[in-house]
């Protein structure tokens, strides 16, 4: 059976050897001072996942779960070059940039009869039907469209020659272990292996196969099937606006250099030594800010360890990302095109 490194433990090994990137352990500390009141409040709690998303499924059902495996099967790469030219899907009036993009197109299929949740569907999808799908309503179309194909037929053909055409099938086997369910998706469907090689050393980060065990966690309201005893197990999803937030709140820092680069809008690869460091000491950076948060509840006699985990501080600072666009206007993205994120 192949060995997959641990999201958090390459984390920390990347965060202790970083040159460009570091993390600041007392900004990391006023972050989590910062969002102890919220902590408890509804925004940060996993309600939030539907009742903050309009388009996320309503239901907690086979359905619902098959929705977010597609999604999350197709989460990635979705910044744009320039930002008065962007892929965006208008849908019920709404106009949706970004991942919601995503999100919309497909409800906007289901909404047209087309079955682009079955894997059935998306197993023997031409490219053209891809292209049809996920149209845009500007000039600008969805980046990454010949490997997105790519992955939904490849993913589409393993749950159907595996585990019955649907990944609630993947979810029932995992009994309940986050931990099990992320190794049966990074085993079955290689898309999802999100790793690299730094100091000589197999790192991972697994942004969109933990995304997966989370979104199946929030879509089934951590109850029946998705009821994880281990949820805090995973790591936050390292992507491009993470970081981002993280250096706008002063928790970690670029080097000059870097940050040269960044502003320069340079091109990274994946597994470039500094797209590493970015990725490593943002998952490292958030799990001090979760650590400090539990113990400032512990300082108040609650215990906060099944409230508190890196999955509800991902989906927090993610919609801070995008409520304080322009506050964080002056802070670079890292740009990298991959299938990873």
Not at 143 to 161: A, D, Q, T
Not at 235 to 251: N, W
């Amino acid at each position: 059976m192949e060995v997959f490194p641990s999201p958090l433990e390459s984390a920390k090994f990347i965060a202790e050897h970083s040159k460009d990137v570091s993390v600041d352990e007392e900004g990391a500390r006023r972050v989590a001072e910062s969002l102890f009141d919220k902590a408890s409040a509804a925004e940060f709690g996993l309600a939030g996942w539907k009742s903050l998303h309009e388009l996320n499924p309503r239901a907690a059902d086979k359905e619902a779960v098959d929705w977010v495996f597609l999604v999350d099967t197709l989460n990635f790469s979705f910044w744009s070059e320039q930002e008065e030219r962007k892929y965006l899907v208008k849908y019920k009036d709404k106009t949706y940039s970004g991942y919601w993009s995503l999100c919309a197109a497909v409800n906007r299929a289901l909404d047209d009869g087309i079955p682009i949740t079955s894997a059935s569907y998306f197993a023997t999808m031409t490219l053209d039907q891809v292209r049809h799908v996920f149209r845009s309503d500007t000039e600008v179309p969805l980046p990454l469209i010949e490997e997105r194909h790519r992955v939904l037929n490849e993913s589409g053909i393993v749950l159907l020659e595996k585990f019955g055409g649907s990944f609630l099938t993947c979810v029932k086997m995992s009994e309940k272990s986050a931990q099990k369910l992320l190794h049966l998706v990074l085993e079955n469907f290689p898309s999802y292996r999100d790793e690299a090689v730094f100091e000589k050393k197999k790192v991972s980060f697994y942004k969109r196969a933990q995304i997966l065990v989370a979104d199946t966690w929030s879509v089934l309201e951590g109850k029946g099937d998705g009821s994880f005893d281990d949820i805090s197990s995973l790591t936050i999803f390292a992507d491009y606006r993470i970081p981002q937030v993280l250096v706008h709140l002063k928790a970690m820092k670029y080097s000059e250099e870097l940050m040269k680069k960044l502003r320069e809008g340079t091109l990274f690869q994946s597994g470039d030594k500094e797209e590493v460091e970015i990725r490593g000491c943002s998952i490292w950076c958030c799990a001090l800010i979760c650590k400090h948060l539990q113990e400032l509840y512990q300082k108040k006699g609650q215990d906060m360890h099944e409230k508190i985990n890196a999955v509800l501080l991902d989906y927090y600072l993610w919609d801070y990302a995008r409520d304080h666009r322009e506050e964080m206007k002056d802070i670079p993205f890292h740009r990298v095109r991959c299938i990873y994120y």
